[in-house]
């Protein structure tokens, strides 16, 4: 079976600890999905909303030393539990503040998957990449390289995003080539994203990297249908049929149009 199709049919609870822009994105999205998403960061309830959850997703769009807490408080209760454990280190190495609460965020518990733009992976991995606020900037380093730099860093695996996304374990390492330009123009696709992957992890039962790697896989595909059904109309209308694509994507449709290539090391 798929794990889109697993998702479908165990509908797993996310937990989320996300910023205030994609809250309601996120949410929507991983409802539509299949997934069953729980918004929840008061630092008295988050390790238990954790301890009953199939993932825990934790993104620093819009951080405080109250949300961090949370998140540490979530993140080390996932790991009690052996729930899956994403972090999306939105506008890492943008400021200071950010890589070094990223930094104290990996060093309080282990991750299972890290999502990000290459600017962030990269801040990550202890190299640098230009960035404009939470988006990555232009650059020509070599993004396997650094992917595979930061797995083996953190014992995780680490998802870059972009016009190609690379998912890799350190050991081995997907590419996929789904997706579309529009979604650049719709904030929260790559916060929402890093939700989708936690719902795929939830049901992998640890097969960790094949399930990102479809998420993120299958994420493209949404966006490639809900691109080509709104090509006459803007990200507004393309918005919408994105969410309706992320819950009408059958597993057929997805094997049809999936391009993922596995990358010989
Ligand atoms: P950034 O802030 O740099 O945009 P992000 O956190 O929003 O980063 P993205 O890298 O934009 O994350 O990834 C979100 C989704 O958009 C992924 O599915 C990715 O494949 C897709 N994507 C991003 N840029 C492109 C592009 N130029 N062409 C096709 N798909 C893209
Ligand atoms: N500002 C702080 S968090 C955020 C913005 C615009 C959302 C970023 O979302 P994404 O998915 O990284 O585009
Ligand atoms: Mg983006
Ligand atoms: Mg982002």
Redesign the pocket.
Do not use: F, M, Q, W
């Given at each position: 079976m798929s794990y889109l199709a697993k998702v479908r049919e165990l509908n797993p609870l996310v937990h989320n600890i996300t910023n205030i822009v994609v809250a309601n994105f996120s949410a929507n999205g991983l409802l539509a999905l299949g997934a069953s998403p729980f918004m929840a960061d008061a630092p008295e309830e988050v390790a238990d909303v954790a301890a009953m959850s199939g993932a825990v997703v934790l993104n620093i769009g819009t951080l405080n030393e109250q949300l961090i807490a949370s998140m540490v408080l979530a993140g080390q209760s996932a790991n009690t539990h052996n729930v899956p454990l994403v972090l999306?280190p939105?506008g890492a190495g943008a400021t200071a503040y950010r890589s070094e609460v990223t930094q104290r965020l990996l060093n309080e518990m282990q991750i299972t998957a890290l999502?990000?733009?290459?600017?962030?992976v990269a801040n990550v991995a202890g190299e640098s990449w230009a960035?404009k606020g939470?988006?990555?900037g232009a650059g020509d380093g070599d993004v396997i390289a650094l992917a595979n730099k930061a797995a083996l860093k953190l014992g995780s695996v680490v998802i870059?995003?972009?016009?190609?996304?690379i998912i890799t374990d350190g050991s081995r390492t997907f590419i996929?080539s789904?997706?579309?330009?529009v979604?650049?123009k719709v904030?929260?696709?790559?916060?929402l994203?890093?939700a989708v992957v936690g719902a795929f992890l939830a049901v992998s039962e640890g097969d960790w990297l094949e399930a990102a790697a479809e998420a993120?896989s299958f994420?493209?595909v949404a966006?490639e249908i809900a691109a080509e059904l709104t090509a006459h109309k803007g990200p507004g209308d393309f918005q919408i049929e994105f969410l309706n694509q992320l819950a009408m994507v059958t597993p057929q449709i997805y094997n049809a149009k999936s391009r993922i290539e596995l990358v010989n090391q």
């Open positions: 999306d939105v999502r990000g733009n290459v600017a962030e960035s939470v988006d990555a870059i995003t972009g016009k190609e996304d996929v789904n997706g579309h330009p979604l650049t904030t929260g696709t790559g916060c994203l890093s993120i994420y493209g966006a």
